[in-house]
């Protein structure tokens, strides 16, 4: 089984349609509180936030799978694992189908997308640069 990537615009409108579906942001403490969150008010949700790596020794988190379980989440969820550019996500994802989980997705581009040519992010592609809800925590 493989993770299939979905664009940010595609997340929103789903987790905007169904019920059972739940954006799980696996960034860090630091990157939720500086870089912002998705805001999924006019979704009636809330992002799930379950760090992929333990800031600062950026560990991978041993108990990932457990966390998707004391968060009420359920092999019926579809699951969309958003990170900084779409990488943690993916290994994240996989981590969730390996554990249980079918329905997990990869958020393409993630939160912020690549850098620019400025090195710059949010600009080229992501959640942020698709203009999608989000706010400063």
Known sequence: ???????????????????????????TDAEWNFVGLPDLSDAGKQPVLIPWQVYPSMQVNGAFADHLRKAGLTPLNKLYFLCR?????????????AAGFPHAFNVADGFEGPPDAEGHRG?????????????QR
Do not use: F, H
């Not at 550019?85 to 189908?97: C, D, E, H, N, T």
């Not at 600009?123 to 706010?135: D, H």
């Open 1 to 27: 089984m493989s993770v299939e990537d979905i664009t940010p615009r595609t997340t929103w409108d789903t987790l905007r349609k169904e019920a059972d579906a739940v954006l799980v942001d696996v960034r």
């Open 85 to 97: 550019s779409g990488a943690r996500s993916l290994a994240a994802a996989q981590a969730a189908q």
């Open 123 to 135: 600009q080229i592609a992501g959640w942020k640069a698709e203009g999608l809800p989000w706010r």
